[in-house]
């Protein structure tokens, strides 16, 4: 995903569940449609939460990748 595409990015890293959820929502809910969110997370359970909450939300998921227990989370508002 190219840098420039990002409009807003939430640093969760060191957080635990809920918590980069509930950051990610807050991010969203001040972004337009189309827009897209990165997340940074270092708990592993973001990956099933990002999957569900995109799910439950209807905001799409971009993409998720992993580097040395980071993940980063691409979110596109709905």
Known sequence: MDKTEVS???DARE???????LLAKKALATME?????????TD????????FFSEQTGNILLDQ???DGEY???????
């Open 44 to 51: 592993p359970a973001a990956v099933g939460d990002f999957r």
């Open 65 to 67: 990748k992993e580097s």
């Open 15 to 21: 957080q635990k569940c809920p918590i980069p959820i």
């Open 8 to 10: 807003k990015e939430v």
């Open 72 to 78: 980063t989370i691409y979110l596109k508002r709905k």
């Open 33 to 41: 449609s189309g827009q897209i969110l990165r997340v940074l997370a």
